[in-house]
């Protein structure tokens, strides 16, 4: 299944944000670059009016972000005081706004990111007060306990969603409140100003909240690995090379990718046993296991996921996504090994063990190093590093599903260093195109330098 994050990962981070208007001492994104100018930014000679008004509308909205930086306000649009400072921001703000922020540290039992899908029991907590309050929630990770403190008192978060010692949140000024373990010497926190909110959050957990939330966060867990499918056999044919019935459609999605269409078919078994039908405990559909989040940015909807051509091409289109992030990484074959990585565990997650990998003296572009951090994402002393930006990962996960994908690839007579670097064309003269009789050359041949170099001149 894709992991997250791009369009993010083709789901979730936002291409260029234009311009932000301030309101009760929360930014509000106004324009974001793909609002402007829809992917693909294809202008036809029919849309060029429309192409220069939205040209003009751009310059005047960076105008006015630049002119209202001093004033607080964006000049674009008509000028809204603002009447509330972050210390008047309470219940009642945050509901107006639609969102609750949480701030929280990122662990296998705090927050995480699998797959697309946040995970952690105080996650799981902090959603389930949000859902009482018909709140959607958004999530700030800190790196240790002084920030996390810090986010709150500046107003960046409304919420600590993790248990810090009641001793120090008064000491900081701050007021316990929400999840509060039995002995009450640890609990959340909010400001003492948002006092509203602290009612709120009393009166949830008095219902004692995290018995019933644990034992679903626990079921979630467990079943992560579930999907509904059918398994099918890994060939149909072996004498024939029929891997598949859908043989045809890998090999037009290699033409998308530039991978040998055996890998993509290793990939597919892998995902869901060739069963167009499957579907996972997220989500994800079909052959490839596209979630529909991914499916919607690509122009296709949820129910299309079942039909293996729209599927398997939706695949190609994401991998080619994929290994255009990873154009850093010279080596194509050892790029395959980043994209399938990225394809299952999120390119975010693979981005921070590269960083890692780096920081610790390793080469960054080859997997067999970057692997190894991939792994050490689940160890507190990896993901709590400065270097990582998205935190915790099942990382043993994400290095066995490459490993099994090209396992089997090797099983379907594939070679992962033929497939990234074979031409295009393959000639039967070990890689150097044939020479081509000219009628007109009285079969004279035109030597290369590398030729002459060589003497075989006759």
Excluded at 264 to 290: H, K, T
Excluded at 315 to 334: N, Q, T, V
Excluded at 397 to 419: C, M
Aim: hydrophobic residues 35%; aromatic residues 10%.
């Amino acid at each position: 299944m894709p992991g997250h994050e791009w369009y993010g990962d083709i789901r979730s981070q936002p291409c260029g944000i234009l311009c932000t208007k301030t309101t009760n001492g929360r930014k509000r994104i106004l324009y974001k670059m793909h609002d402007i100018f829809p992917a693909p930014y294809n202008i036809t000679t029919s849309k060029m009016k429309t192409a220069t008004l939205s040209i003009f509308m751009l310059a005047v909205t960076l105008l006015a972000c630049n002119n209202g930086k001093e004033k607080n306000d964006n000049g674009a649009f008509m000028r809204e005081e603002n009447t509330k400072s972050n210390e008047d921001y309470d219940l009642q703000e945050i509901e107006e706004s639609g969102e609750l922020i949480i701030a929280t540290m990122s662990g296998p039992d705090t927050y995480y990111d699998y797959q697309g899908h946040p995970m952690g029991l105080q996650y799981a907590l902090a959603a389930d007060f949000a859902n009482r309050e018909g709140l959607g929630v958004r999530v700030e990770t800190a790196h240790d306990t002084l920030e996390l403190i810090k986010m709150l008192q500046n107003g960046d978060a409304d919420i600590i969603a993790l248990p810090l010692p009641t001793r120090l949140i008064k000491e900081k000024g701050l007021k316990a409140a929400g999840a509060t373990d039995k002995s009450g010497e640890y609990s959340w926190a909010v400001k003492t100003e948002s006092k509203k909110l602290a009612e709120a959050l009393e009166a949830w957990n008095t219902e004692n909240p995290i018995v019933s939330v644990s034992r679903k966060e626990q079921q979630r867990y467990e079943e992560r690995h579930q999907v509904r499918r059918t398994v099918h056999a890994p060939y149909v044919s072996r004498e024939k090379g029929i891997i598949s019935t859908f043989d045809n459609h890998f090999k037009q999605a290699a033409s998308t990718t530039g991978w040998d269409w055996k890998l993509i078919a290793a990939q597919c078994y892998q995902e869901s046993g060739f069963d167009p039908n499957a579907v996972s405990w997220a989500g994800a559909r079909g052959l490839m296991q596209i979630m529909p989040q991914t499916a919607a940015t690509l122009g296709i909807s949820a129910d299309q996921l079942y039909s293996p051509e729209t599927n398997i091409n939706a695949a190609a289109r994401y991998i080619k996504i994929l290994s255009s992030h990873f154009s850093d990484i010279r080596s194509r074959e050892e790029r395959v090994k980043f994209v399938l990585a990225a394809y299952n565990g999120g390119q975010g997650h693979i981005r921070d063990a590269m960083a890692l990998a780096r920081k610790y003296g390793h080469d960054a572009t080859r997997w067999d190093d970057v692997s190894v951090f991939v792994k050490k994402l689940s160890d507190v002393r990896y993901y709590r590093d400065p270097t990582v930006k998205y935190g915790y990962m099942i990382g043993n996960e994400t290095y066995d599903y490459v490993s099994k994908v090209l396992e089997r690839y090797r099983s379907y007579g594939g070679n992962i260093h033929s497939s990234a670097n074979a031409p295009s064309k393959p000639s039967g003269n070990g890689g150097k195109a044939a020479h081509k009789r000219n009628k007109y050359s009285k079969e004279r041949k035109i030597l290369t330098p590398e030729e002459m170099a060589d003497g075989n001149i006759h």
